[in-house]
């Protein structure tokens, strides 16, 4: 699986404290590795965020990502629940 940084993301995850950025950091790996990792809870959103996904990094923290290509997807944000709201 092939991911890239939409500059929004990368905006707001070099705005994160070192801890949680390390934490993202594995939360990708495991996606590039396996996409239906438990821990990752990777779901489709509805409403007016729909055609876009969403996986989890901790218990506060998500990040919202489309599939640009079958093998290819695109990080768009990342943040609290609140990232639902951007």
Known sequence: MKIVYKPKF???YRKLPIELQEEIKEKIRLLKADLAHPSLRV???KGRLKG????????????????EEKEKIALLLVG????YNE
């Not at 876009?52 to 599939?67: G, P």
């Not at 609290?80 to 990232?83: F, L, P």
């Open 43 to 45: 779901h489709k959103l």
């Open 80 to 83: 609290d629940h609140a990232v």
């Open 10 to 12: 990368i905006r707001q």
């Open 52 to 67: 876009r996904w969403s996986f989890s990094v901790n218990y506060s923290y998500r990040i919202i990502f489309i599939y």
